[in-house]
């Protein structure tokens, strides 16, 4: 009998006596220990959620900590020195080596303002999560906004996990960040033809109610490629793009990320007005 066989035959052993052991029990022994087996299982979810609020709240408030000495630094009246740049240098890689963690830790938007400092100095980051409006300015108005609505079609009251941006047939819908197309979907129900882009820190994005396809499922596309056109596909009551985020598996409100990149390269180009940083 080899190592493979000796442990597949003793695996059995052990689940067998465990099975004859409980057959012997009684309905009230058995219900006893289903629910203490319950109630462990209870607390041993809660307390791994508690461990990982824990954890985000600490690499929040370091974050922070970081945030202020790096304003601070960058607002000293000695910026040029070599002993101001060198401080802020070590701050940045200070930050580098936590922020790849903390961006996959942070459930939403709500946690981005701990980084703003940084991502002033480092905005080429903002191309890799969701930061811009995956159509042009001036092609579209906000029709319906990310939570609680009554549903255009069946009229009842539900949540609305994404929001809707009203625009012509056939404008172009571009990436809202680099990622790669996990799935592109045809029907004519729900979201109708829609795609879906997964993209670094836990990300994902999708795109609804799409006229025509232009890109393919696999396919690695940069922030602003376009990738279809605005349609009225599936259930639709005119044009427009639906659009979700999804953090985590949780989807989430879109609407901080859609200013979040014209933010920081706003002020990057009052700092460096003959610097390439427009969208």
């Not at 960058?74 to 240098?89: A, P, W």
């Not at 939403?108 to 980051?125: F, M, N, Q």
């Not at 793009?241 to 859609?258: A, C, F, G, M």
Request: charged share 25%; aromatic share 10%.
């Amino acid at each position: 009998m080899n190592f493979f066989e000796f442990t597949t035959f003793r695996t059995k052993n052990i689940i067998l006596g465990i099975w004859e052991c409980l057959k012997q029990l009684g309905r009230k022994e058995l219900a006893y220990l289903l629910l203490l087996t319950l109630v462990c299982l209870v607390y041993f979810v809660q307390g791994d959620h508690k461990m990982s609020e824990t954890r985000l709240h600490d690499a929040t408030v370091a974050m922070a900590q970081y945030q202020e000495r790096l304003k601070l630094n960058i607002n000293s009246d000695y910026g040029d020195s070599l002993t101001v740049q060198k401080e802020r240098e070590q701050l940045l890689m200070a930050i580098e080596e936590r922020i790849v963690t903390y961006l996959y830790q942070i459930p939403d938007y709500s946690y981005i303002g701990s980084l703003e400092t940084y991502l002033k100095c480092r905005h080429v980051l903002l191309e890799q999560l969701p930061s811009a409006v995956p159509l042009e300015k001036g092609d579209y108005i906000l029709s319906s906004d990310y939570g609680i609505r009554s549903h255009p079609i069946s009229g009842k009251t539900k949540k609305h996990f994404g929001i809707d941006l009203a625009a012509s047939n056939g404008k172009p819908v571009y990436a809202s960040a680099s990622g790669i197309i996990t799935d592109i979907f045809y029907s004519d129900k729900g979201y109708g033809t829609h795609i879906i882009i997964k993209h670094r820190f836990g990300f994902q994005t999708l795109y609804g109610h799409l006229d025509k396809v232009l890109a393919h499922k696999g396919q690695k596309v940069e922030q602003h490629e376009l990738i279809a056109t605005v349609g009225s596909s599936g259930s639709s009551t005119g044009y427009h793009l639906h659009y979700e985020t999804i953090k985590n598996q949780v989807k989430i409100d879109p609407r901080p990320s859609l200013a979040l990149k014209k933010k920081i390269y706003e002020h990057v180009i009052q700092i460096n007005p003959n610097k390439d940083g427009e969208e």
